[in-house]
């Protein structure tokens, strides 16, 4: 099983501020990453398809980048609503396709 | 609009039997992947299960042997049985699609769109 792990656990900034949040993967999964956001009593969301490519009607603050084990999500400027919990998971093989324990970024 | 919403959930004593809906708006369950994931606060998000549009299903260690994943095409409609049932299987359940398509690529197992989720509550 491919093991994704997220870093850091909790990330403090204010709203204008660049969040950054990486995920690492156990093994190769070239660029077969996405990433959700997950706001409190909410269902997770995508944002993020094949490592870098933005879902439908995502703002273009969220980039995601990044091959192989190492992935950075990027939020260029902190908006009120991206005061969240973000989630990677990784789709190269079932089974199964699993996820990272989450980075919650909170405000300052 | 594609949409999915769960039902089914509630609470049940271990060894009891449940069974989640979720109906889809907007797509056909035959044709696409749908997939099972679950969420605690203790162990986050976890897959537990998925069916291929060509009727293949696959499991999460943690259930394989008493969930079992299908679908109805008569009311557009996913479901998952969960018997034998534990404290462990405590979670909010989503139902998702798992095939995200573009004109010009799908991706399989990427979660577009969720449901708003059902709470299982295993306890005696």
């Known amino acids: ?108 | 609009e594609v949409q999915l919403v769960e039902s089914g959930g509630g609470l049940i004593q271990p060894g009891g039997s449940l069974r989640l809906s979720c109906a889809a708006s907007g797509f056909s369950v035959h044709s696409d992947y749908m997939a099972w994931v679950r969420q605690t606060p203790g162990k986050g998000l976890e897959w537990v299960s998925v069916i291929y549009s060509g009727g293949t299903t696959y499991y999460a260690d943690s259930v394989k042997g008493r969930f079992t994943v299908s679908r109805d095409t008569s009311n557009n409609t996913a479901s998952l049985q969960m018997d034998s049932l534990r404290v462990e299987d405590t979670a909010i359940y989503f139902c998702a699609r798992a095939l995200y398509c573009l004109t010009t690529a799908c991706y399989r197992g990427v979660l577009d769109p969720w449901g708003q989720g059902t709470l299982v509550t295993v306890s005696s």
């Open chain 1, 1 to 108: 099983e491919i093991v994704l792990t997220q870093s850091p656990a909790t990330l403090s900034l204010s709203p204008g501020e660049r969040a950054t949040l990486s995920c690492r993967a156990s093994q190769s999964i070239s660029s077969d990453l996405a990433w959700y956001q997950q706001r409190p009593g909410q269902a997770p969301r995508l944002l993020i398809y094949d490592a870098s490519k933005r879902a439908t009607g995502v703002p273009a603050r969220f980039s995601g980048s990044g091959s192989g084990t190492d992935f950075t999500l990027t939020i260029s400027s902190l908006e009120p609503e991206d005061f969240a919990v973000y989630y990677c998971q990784q789709c190269t093989n079932w089974p199964p396709w699993t996820f990272g324990q989450g980075t919650r970024v909170e405000i300052k």
